[in-house]
């Protein structure tokens, strides 16, 4: 046939020469610290994480296998550790707007210090604020007081009563009250009696109870402003006893957190709000009586959990900067969640139950998500998107817009955020994120795209004997002698289907590695050679071929019927190649042309 060239059996592979090889196997090299073949992806990826601006995310894309993830994490884990470690952040109690939760901002590690000092702080305060109201001092005081209440109390009426009985009437008490009644005989007068009276005499007494029920009223308004003033000099002397506990306990902390303007505002707002209800920290008698361990009619447990401090990223142990991987990335998993606890068939919620998510962990830092993961959650994709466009996140109940009756819950403040996020997906997600949503574009600006083969020459094949001697030391796997990863080299030049290349699908050399230590070992050879490397292939092959070795059954059988002799017009035999995914192979099929007139 005119122009073909008949290809020789050693032209159809390229076979790897092993003692080109310096090493006599694995345990004399070291394991591989570098990428292998993917110099456009990694200065990608240098360029994404180097620039600043927070619209310049990436999307790593590449084939399966290519190493993608571990590529990127490890070079992003490099990079972050040394960077600055970011800031903790906490939420506390608002006391001016009880649903919107404050969130402070603190140097990492001091927000863990700022939870013991509060925890400290509200240990004393249940200890110290109960003994000033039991001690001597304060009881003294406090009964001096009521003693000067009630002996001016009693003076006012005492006079009241003998102004009463001059005019012949006298001060009863009643369940509503106390009420001026004519008297006879010292005794309250019956009403028939009353009637029966003059009436010269009956207009004498009702021009009296008329004079005296004004006096009355004086008295008791007199009497009321006896018992506040009590009351203020009460709530006095409780202000000055606690002020002995508190003030300096406010103040050492005030010290401490000279520098955070917003952890002097809250203590200041704690102190006011000790002060305000003092009356919520005094012991009280429990109550007997007790139903699902809840006492009833017993003052409730003081507010001390208004005092605590949720923090929701703590990086006192972290190095660099966060780099975190979400495996799961929901949208809770993501940008946290707002818990409730359920008493008595009741929810309900506070700040402490505010749980911090995926972003808040790598906020100053690194997100790593699955691309498919993101597209697959609900709400997850526009929320990332928002948060980059606003650079804050929101922890929030997404589904509150969707609920046919809308429930108060808690809308702590947004936090913003500085935070690299890093997509990995495969190029048919790239393509159809880049042509159909244009925010995309704006926002992850940068494309790192793995290669799925590099050239075969001689330095990439001695980066394949490195990355076999990092998968050996790694997994505990029997070393490779020059055969063996001469054998691995020519079977990434068939995975890169050109002899000129070699794969870097990593993960099938990877697995090709495991699977021919594991036959060395069954045979308790110490190095791994070349037919040990075949043999992993063939058995791979048989666990997978059980469908072409019944198409060839077929064959033989003549139910597939194909002619390997002879000569037919209009007819010649091809080869179809069938792919199960996890298995590719050829199925011979018979071609055959028509011709006709036109």
Wanted: with cysteine.
């Amino acid at each position: 046939m005119a122009g073909s060239e008949r290809l020789g059996v050693e032209e159809l592979a390229e076979l790897f020469d092993a003692s080109e090889f310096s090493f006599e196997s694995t345990v004399d090299l070291p394991s591989l610290h570098e990428i292998i073949g993917q110099e456009r992806a990694i200065r990608s990826i240098e360029f994404g994480l180097g620039i600043g601006n927070s619209s310049y995310n990436i999307f790593v894309l590449g084939e399966g296998g290519t190493g993608k993830h571990t590529t990127v994490m490890d070079f992003i884990k490099k990079k972050a550790a040394d960077e600055t470690c970011p800031d903790d952040w906490c939420y506390v109690h608002n006391f001016t707007s009880p649903d919107t939760p404050m969130a402070i901002r603190l140097p990492s590690g001091k927000g863990s210090f700022f939870v013991e000092e509060m925890n400290g702080l509200i240990a004393s305060l249940k200890r110290d604020i109960p003994r000033v109201f039991e001690t001597k001092d304060y009881e003294s005081h406090r009964d001096e007081i009521l003693d000067g209440q009630q002996e001016s109390t009693k003076a006012i009426f005492s006079r009241l009563e003998k102004t009463a009985i001059e005019h012949g009437l006298i001060l009863r008490k009643s369940s509503s009250g106390l009420a001026m009644v004519p008297a006879k005989d010292g005794k309250p007068m019956k009403q028939e009696v009353f009637d029966k009276l003059p009436i010269e005499e009956k207009s004498k007494i009702e021009a009296n109870l008329k004079l005296l029920q004004d006096k009355l009223s004086a008295a008791i308004r007199e009497a009321k402003k006896i018992e506040k003033d009590t009351r203020d000099r009460i709530a006095a002397l409780d202000r000055e006893m606690v002020q002995y506990v508190v003030n300096p306990m406010i103040n050492e902390l005030l010290e401490k957190f000279r520098d955070f303007s917003k952890v002097l505002e809250f203590l200041e707002r704690v102190k006011a709000h000790i002060f305000a209800n003092i009356d919520e920290f005094k012991p009280v008698e429990p109550m007997p009586l007790a139903i699902g361990g809840l006492n009833l009619g017993q003052k409730q447990e003081p507010p001390y959990e208004r005092y605590r401090v949720n923090l929701i990223v703590n990086h006192g142990e972290t190095t660099g900067a966060p780099v975190v991987f979400d495996s799961n990335p929901t949208y809770y998993n993501l940008f946290g969640r707002i818990e409730y606890r359920v008493q008595l068939g009741v929810a309900s919620t506070d700040f402490t139950m505010i749980k911090g998510g995926s972003i808040h962990k790598a906020n100053g830092g690194y997100l790593v998500v699955n691309a498919l993961d993101v597209l697959k959650n609900i709400f997850v994709y526009d929320s990332i998107k928002r948060m980059i466009k606003n650079g804050e996140v929101k922890i929030e109940d997404v589904w509150e817009q969707y609920k046919v009756v809308s429930t108060s819950t808690l809308k702590p403040d947004a936090i913003p955020v500085n935070i690299k996020i890093v997509l990995i997906g495969d190029p048919f997600l790239y393509y159809l994120l880049y042509s159909h949503d244009r925010e995309y574009r704006k926002l992850f600006k940068v494309k790192a795209d793995f290669e799925s083969t590099m050239p075969r020459d001689r330095d990439n094949a001695e980066k394949y004997a490195y990355f076999i001697s990092s998968c050996c030391g790694k997994d505990s796997l029997v070393p490779f002698d020059r055969t063996g990863v001469g054998r691995v080299v020519e079977y990434g030049s068939r995975l890169a289907g050109d002899k000129s290349k070699l794969s870097t699908r990593f993960n099938d050399i990877q697995n090709l590695v495991e699977e021919a230590s594991y036959w060395a070992g069954t045979d308790g050879a110490k190095l791994v050679t070349g037919e040990y490397v075949e043999r992993a292939l063939k058995e791979k092959i048989y666990r997978h071929s059980r469908i072409e070795d019944r198409l060839r059954e077929y064959i033989e059988e003549d139910t597939i019927m194909v002619q390997t002799e002879g000569a037919a017009v209009g007819q010649v035999n091809g080869l179809a190649v069938l792919s199960l995914g996890d298995y590719t192979f050829g199925k011979p099929s018979r071609i055959t042309a028509r011709t006709y007139m036109g």
